[in-house]
Antibody
Framework: QVQLVESGGGVVQPGRSLRLSCAAS????????MHWVRQAPGKGLEWVAI????????YYAESVKGRFTISRDNSKNTLYLEMNSLSAEDTAVYYC??????????WGQGTLVTVSS | EIVLTQSPPTLSLSPGERATLSCRAS??????LAWYQQKPGQAPRLLIY???NRATGVPARFSGSGSGTDFTLTISSLEPEDVAIYYC??????????FGGGTKVEIK
């Protein structure tokens, strides 16, 4: 079955960087676009970024554009999110999900990022 | 950016009752709308896509309808395990992909 397992979350100071990973299994990873979606504590869902199946096309939410970079390694079935210049507003659970025509078909369990001094 | 407004914020019903959740878009999204269920402490789950298509494994008591700017998720007979927050999401005009603010379904 499809499995998406995020890792790399933790507590980080404002202004610092963090890299999240999402390990995929149970489907042909290289055939699907992939997303990051986040959820601040007690809040709703916010789309963060998408990368195409081949890694060539990427789009970002305005709130993270220029600070976050989405990428993938199809040889390792892994999705990444490089997050720079983090602020308290970036505190959230970060989910990876595969795309089904720009819907979010399968989700990981999420990894919590807390930005705090 | 397309804004999705969900109502009501909270729905409190008894088991077996019919639940009707609404999602209104700030401009037409055609039928490019999905619904997700998020149970406490869990990741969201895709329920409905393209307004009315049930995702794999979704019980038949869940149905979606609507087009343009007004959409409805119906739970025909509420079960205790349906307690969750339900979100709508559009893919008509992106980026960004946007979500509604959610409707919390409770059991009386």
């Amino acid at each position: 079955q499809v499995q998406l397992v995020e890792s790399g979350g933790g507590v980080v100071q404002p202004g610092r960087s963090l890299r999240l990973s999402c390990a995929a299994s149970g489907f042909t990873f290289s055939s699907y676009g992939m997303h990051w979606v986040r959820q601040a504590p007690g809040k709703g869902l916010e789309w963060v970024a998408i990368v195409s199946y081949d890694g060539r096309t990427k789009y970002y939410a305005e709130s993270v554009k220029g600070r976050f970079t989405i990428s993938r390694d199809n040889s390792k079935n892994t999705l990444y999110l490089e997050m720079n210049s983090l602020s308290a507003e970036d505190t959230a659970v970060y989910y990876c999900a595969n795309t089904l025509s720009e819907y979010f078909q399968h989700w990981g369990q999420g990894t919590l990022v807390t930005v705090s001094s | 950016e397309i804004v999705l407004t969900q109502s009501p914020p909270t729905l409190s019903l008894s088991p077996g009752e019919r639940a009707t959740l609404s999602c209104r878009a700030s401009q037409s999204v055609s039928n490019f709308l999905a619904w997700y269920q998020q149970k406490p402490g869990q990741a969201p789950r895709l329920l409905i896509y393209d307004a009315s298509n049930r995702a794999t494994g979704v019980p038949a008591r869940f149905s979606g309808s609507g087009s343009g700017t007004d959409f409805t998720l119906t739970i025909s007979s509420l079960e205790p395990e349906d307690v969750a927050i339900y979100y709508c999401q559009q893919r008509s005009n992106w980026p960004p992909l946007t979500f509604g603010g959610g409707t919390k379904v409770e059991i009386k």
